[in-house]
């Protein structure tokens, strides 16, 4: 059985790794998965999971993981990822990262690897005002930064504990970094 490419894209809110994210999926025709822009889009078209999202989103905080967990779970069992898929804005903590290997071990035909775009914080709080998303106001932005330090870091050791971890400057220019990310994602 052949595996699929499957990219874990990890790193703090503003890291551009949404932006790479989306250039990286269409230069390697898989598709990015972004749950941030998922959970917008929800909201936006006010479904039912939209409505149950939107006070999270709005104040930076975590969606519950039951949440999560099915979303991912529909995702990944869609035709169009079986040839690969980048994930951008999942696993945001520990237990999603252990739902996500389970997950994808049952699926059975994935090779995963985790990436971690580096940007110091200074960087960080610079990009995200420029951005002006409508998330991105600067209380919000502190809090998803401390949230990020809290829950999402862990993240990251998890995946160097098990040497399934990549980190890339995100300080370059943004074709810079795309470069890098095409040369340390192994195929
Ligand atoms: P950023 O790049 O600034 O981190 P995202 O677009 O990835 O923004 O996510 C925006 C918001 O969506 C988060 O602040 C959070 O409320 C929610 N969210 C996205 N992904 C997850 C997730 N995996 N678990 C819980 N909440 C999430």
């Known amino acids: 059985m052949s595996h699929a490419k499957g990219l874990i894209f990890l790193g703090p809110p ?3 790794k949404g932006t790479q994210a989306q250039l990286l999926s ?9 749950t941030g822009e998922m959970l917008r889009e929800a909201i936006t078209k006010k479904t039912k999971l939209g409505k149950r999202v939107q006070y999270y989103v709005n104040k930076g905080e975590l969606v519950p993981d039951e949440l999560l967990l099915n979303l991912i779970r529909e995702r990944l069992n869609q035709d169009d990822v079986q040839s690969g898929w980048i994930l951008d804005g999942f696993p945001r903590n520990v237990s999603q990262a252990t739902f996500l290997d ?5 699926l059975g035909k994935f090779s995963e690897q985790a ?8 960087q960080l709080v610079k990009r995200l005002l420029l951005r002006g998303r409508e998330d991105d106001n600067e209380e919000t932005i502190r809090r998803r930064l401390e949230v990020y330090r809290e829950k ?3 993240v990251i050791d998890y995946y160097q504990q098990q040497c399934r971890l990549t980190s ?7 074709e810079r970094v795309t470069a890098s990310l095409k040369e340390v994602i192994t195929t």
Do not use: A, C, R, W
């Not at 269409?26 to 972004?34: A, V």
């Not at 990436?115 to 200074?122: F, G, R, T």
């Not at 890339?168 to 943004?174: F, M, N, R, Y």
């Open 14 to 16: 503003g890291s551009g």
């Open 26 to 34: 269409e230069q390697l025709t898989i598709p990015h998965i972004s």
């Open 102 to 106: 389970k997950l994808l071990l049952e």
């Open 115 to 122: 990436i971690n775009l580096e940007v110091s914080d200074n």
């Open 152 to 154: 999402t870091k862990p």
């Open 168 to 174: 890339v400057d995100g300080t370059p220019p943004l």
